[in-house]
T-cell receptor, first 115, second 115 residues
């Protein structure tokens, strides 16, 4: 079945450090891939997405590339800020599977950035 | 254009009571999804509804849980005879169509505490 495996946290970085959060997936069809961010006490916000192999999603300095050969969608940012502290979720939607409309989420990675 | 509105934000129920969680999708969105987030975990799919139809309820517990999305009014997630294990954050999301290429817009969630 469809699933997402995400790097476990917590991740603690100093401001301006490089960030990578690993995400790999298993899908039976042709997934679209997403990264969501959740700030304390709030709902999830879509950070970026990619809908086909080799697509790169980007937003607010974050990037992730859809790698079909390694079934990965790692999140990266070159220089993190304190305001990036949040929980990050990798997710997929499987267009070719039987569960159209459903998102599968990883467990989330807590990122804390210190000044 | 208001986002996805969920209420209440916080709900406390005693064991055995009923919990009713409401979700108003974004204007123009006809697809509603409910997810549950247990502490330290990612979101787990519960149910996918369109107006007056349940499309996929495979993530709903077999007993005590029900959901509806009537022609008029918000979507309702209803939990009868709540138990401590129902304590979680419940998120609603909406989309204009299936989430395959678009992702969702999430509400801020209802945090249910069963005492």
């Amino acid at each position: 079945g469809d699933s997402v495996t995400q790097m476990e946290g917590p991740v603690t970085l100093s401001e301006e450090a490089f960030l990578t959060i690993n995400c790999t997936y298993t899908a039976t069809g042709y997934p679209s891939l997403f990264w969501y961010v959740q700030y304390p006490g709030e709902g999830l916000q879509l950070l970026l997405k990619a809908t086909k192999a080799d697509d790169k999603g980007s937003n607010k300095g974050f990037e992730a590339t859809y790698r079909k050969e390694t079934t990965s969608f790692h999140l990266e940012k070159g220089s993190v800020q304190v305001s990036d502290s949040a929980v990050y979720f990798c997710a997929l939607s499987d267009r070719g599977g039987s569960t159209l409309g459903r998102l599968y989420f990883g467990r989330g990675t807590q990122l804390t950035v210190w000044p | 254009n208001a986002g996805v509105m969920q209420n209440p934000r916080h709900l406390v129920r005693r064991r055995g009571q009923e919990a009713r969680l409401r979700c108003s999708p974004m204007k123009g969105h006809s697809h509603v999804y409910w997810y549950r987030q247990l502490p330290e975990e990612g979101l787990k799919f519960m149910v996918y509804l369109q107006k007056e139809n349940i499309i996929d309820e495979s993530g709903m517990p077999k007993e005590r849980f029900s959901a509806e999305f009537p022609k008029e009014g918000p979507s309702i997630l209803r939990i009868q005879q709540v138990v401590r294990g129902d304590s979680a954050a419940y998120f609603c999301a909406s989309s204009p169509a299936g989430a395959d290429n678009h992702g969702y817009t999430f509400g801020s969630g209802t945090r249910l505490t069963v005492v």
